[in-house]
């Protein structure tokens, strides 16, 4: 059960206090900077050796030089270092916004005030929601909003989310100030977590328990955009928000190069300077013993007859003296060097972003040198080896491969659309089988807002080839088929996520009839079709060849649902929805796969996505400095592999080694005395990463 409790409005809550939502990502304040930067400087043992030379020279019986001969230098460098690390420091104070403190419920129908609580946050379109929210209702038709989550995920592409009807109904039906204040509710939920895509909570409200889930949440980084205002309430601040449960403290930093320096440190302090140091006050002692008691006129040693304590004295005496085989100006240059090379970063036009005007920027002026420690560079590939514009190039429908040629492509597409069952049925797929948003321009333009490149430039196709998605609601979609407008009732949307691969509609046809259109990875549409599927050995072959050109696959599928199927399924699917236990997950995906199974395969769509400008040679230059690039990508193996070798990941010579094949190697060679040296490439499918161990 849910652990957490919000009442809804302020009055029916208990008197709890307020969440902090100042959220501090530097180090150091007035307060600690003094006893965290000591602490930090000491870690170097350079350090600790010049202060115990230090001490050492404050004791009048060893010291031949004055105290403060060390003292100085030595505040000097840690001045240096502390001041350094405090600018460094100081550039993160702007970046974190100032936020507000916020009582774990609150109401407001006005921007709010840092320093007043509120309930219900009104004005935050266009700027990072502060906290994690949830959503009861927007400007938008059916309380849709469009979010960007760059700050979360890195992804620019708008998604969406929505509120529950039961809130979307209340709020909007009277929308005033009193209607505001006056929703009344309880909201349970779970404790802050760091799982960023997942969310179970449910709200109670007028005797309903009604479900929530990620798609309410607007998680803290998020920015609303083409949304006027939304209606949300305050569910977590501060550093009990996700994101923030996601991002690790503030550590101390060390590079490869202060550790080698403390180890040297160490070697010196022990076995050059204290083996010497005692050699010497062995032979002082010994001297002190045998020689000077016979010349006792001519010595000043005499003063003390115990050899053993002139020895002891003597020790500590070379210590002093032989101090400076470690320079304390070396770290005072490694100091100016890196501060020099920061500025150098800086200039270096190299590494100038013309487009947005902004140069390279050191963040740490202490780790420089680990840019060239670099062994291994992971990258992913949509957005980042390619520019992620997306373009549907080919597709095969029934086991025909259209779009070798542009014009061919429409020409062909458009005449058998209107003779041939299976295009008809595919490009309603395209058009239906999406989480797509429209927006209509001023100029009375159509445009659609996506999740996904890859939704936005397979609806654009559709579109061209006159399957036009108009408009969606929550209980339909509109789409004009060839000029004729067709609305479906949209009964489920059954959502993509990385562990399904795939996502389906189930909708109602205006004849009346219920169609499940699914579209997904070919590794898992392919094993739910029906046997014996006809065109399947086609499809596959343009599988093959649309991998071979580099380009992105997706396997689009169809099924007709018995109506006493849909109603047991649904039946079954609302229980399950409603349930708040762990197990809920797995029913839902349970479900799912029940509905998608003994699918009819409609055709398969070939998307382009070009690489960026530079990317082969970079990654040419990349491996020339003996750097080993991973990339991640979630195409076939086959369409992997050929983006290797355009992008000069792989070249002729590499060996392509599969996950079974470097299995049965290893074993077969257990026991052999030396394995051959090959250049070779082990591209792993999610199936082979599961079984790594």
């Known amino acids: 059960m849910f652990a957490r409790v919000f009442f809804l409005p302020l009055s029916m809550a208990p008197r709890i206090g307020c969440q902090d939502n100042v959220v501090r990502s530097y180090k150091y304040t007035p307060l600690t900077f003094l006893p965290l930067t000591?602490?930090?400087?000491?870690?170097?043992?350079?350090?600790?050796?010049?202060?115990?030379?230090?001490?050492?020279?404050?004791?009048?019986?060893?010291?031949?030089?004055p105290w403060y001969i060390t003292i100085i230098p030595l505040i000097s460098i840690l001045s240096l270092r502390g001041l350094k690390d405090l600018s460094n420091d100081m550039v993160r104070l702007p970046l974190d916004p100032t936020g507000f403190n916020a009582c774990f419920v609150s109401v407001c129908v006005s921007t709010p005030s840092p320093s007043s609580p509120s309930l219900l946050c009104f004005n935050v379109s266009c700027f990072p929601t502060q906290a994690d929210l949830l959503l009861l209702c927007s400007s938008e038709p059916h309380s849709l909003c469009y979010v960007e989550t760059a700050d979360i995920d890195g992804e620019t592409n708008l998604k969406y989310r929505q509120a529950l009807s039961a809130t979307h109904e209340e709020l909007t039906s009277n929308p005033s100030e009193e209607a505001l204040s006056a929703f009344d509710g309880v909201v349970r939920c779970e404790e802050p977590n760091n799982r960023l895509y997942t969310f179970r909570g449910q709200l109670q409200w007028r005797g309903e328990g009604l479900l929530l889930d990620s798609e309410h949440i607007l998680l803290r980084g998020t920015v609303l955009r083409n949304t006027a205002f939304a209606y949300v309430v305050f569910l977590t601040a501060g550093a009990d928000t996700k994101i923030l449960r996601n991002s690790g403290k503030v550590k101390l930093k060390r590079t490869q190069m202060e550790k080698v320096f403390n180890k040297v440190v160490m070697g010196v302090?022990?076995?050059?300077?204290?083996?010497?140091?005692l050699f010497l006050a062995i032979g002082s002692g010994v001297f002190s013993a045998q020689l000077m008691r016979q010349n006792s006129v001519l010595s000043a040693l005499v003063f003390n007859?115990?050899?053993v304590y002139t020895g002891f004295l003597v020790y500590w005496s070379y210590i002093i003296l032989l101090s400076p085989a470690m320079p304390?100006?070396?770290?005072?240059?490694?100091?100016?060097?890196?501060?020099?090379?920061?500025?150098?970063?800086?200039?270096?036009?190299?590494m100038y972003w013309q487009q947005a005007d902004k140069p390279a920027q050191a963040r740490n002026t202490s780790l420089n040198e680990e840019l060239g420690q670099v062994g291994y560079l992971l990258s992913d590939k949509t957005g980042t080896l390619t520019q992620n514009r997306l373009l549907v190039r080919q597709c095969c429908i029934a086991g025909e491969i259209y779009g070798n040629k542009s014009s061919f492509f429409y020409r062909l597409l458009t005449r058998k659309g209107n003779q041939c069952p299976l295009s008809r049925q595919f490009l309603t797929a395209l058009a239906l089988c999406h989480t797509v948003m429209t927006e209509w321009k001023k100029s009375k333009t159509l445009v659609y807002q996506a999740a996904s490149p890859d939704e936005e430039a397979l609806v654009g196709a559709a579109r061209e080839l006159g399957w036009v998605f108009l408009s969606r609601a929550r209980d339909f979609i509109v789409v004009s088929e060839l000029g004729v407008t067709r609305r479906y009732q949209l009964l489920a949307l059954l959502d993509f996520t990385s562990q399904r691969r795939r996502m389906s509609v189930l909708v109602r046809e205006p004849e009346g009839g219920i169609k499940l259109y699914c579209k997904g990875a070919d590794i898992v549409i392919l094993e739910r079709l029906q046997k014996d599927s006809p065109h399947q050995e086609r499809t596959e072959r343009a599988l093959e060849l649309f991998a071979e050109a580099c380009l992105r696959t997706l396997c689009v599928a169809v099924?007709?649902?018995?109506?006493?199927?849909?109603?047991?399924?649904?039946?079954?699917?609302?229980?399950?929805?409603?349930?708040?236990?762990?197990?809920?997950?797995?029913?839902?995906?349970?479900?799912?796969d029940e509905m998608e199974m003994d699918l009819q395969l409609l055709g398969v769509t070939a998307i382009e996505d070009r690489l960026q400008d530079g990317v082969p040679e970079t990654i040419a230059l990349l491996q020339e400095a003996g750097i080993k690039v991973w990339v991640l990508t979630g195409d076939k193996k086959e369409t992997a592999v050929n983006i290797g070798y355009s992008c000069k990941l792989l070249d002729p010579d590499s060996r392509i080694v599969e996950w079974d094949e470097l299995r049965l190697r290893d074993h077969t060679s257990k026991h052999?005395?030396?394995?051959?040296?090959?250049?070779?490439?082990?591209?792993?499918?999610?199936k082979s990463l599961s079984n790594l161990k």
């Open 672 to 686: 052999a005395a030396s394995k051959p040296q090959l250049t070779s490439c082990l591209p792993l499918s999610t």
């Open 38 to 65: 000591l602490f930090e400087q000491f870690q170097r043992a350079a350090n600790v050796y010049y202060l115990l030379i230090m001490v050492l020279q404050c004791v009048p019986a060893i010291s031949s030089v």
């Open 305 to 307: 007859s115990n050899a």
């Open 269 to 277: 302090t022990f076995i050059y300077l204290m083996c010497l140091s």
């Open 559 to 592: 099924r007709s649902v018995p109506e006493a199927s849909w109603e047991q399924w649904n039946k079954t699917l609302a229980q399950s929805a409603t349930l708040v236990t762990c197990d809920r997950d797995a029913l839902l995906e349970k479900l799912y």
């Open 328 to 350: 304390i100006a070396l770290y005072i240059s490694f100091e100016l060097v890196h501060t020099v090379h920061s500025l150098f970063i800086g200039w270096d036009l190299e």
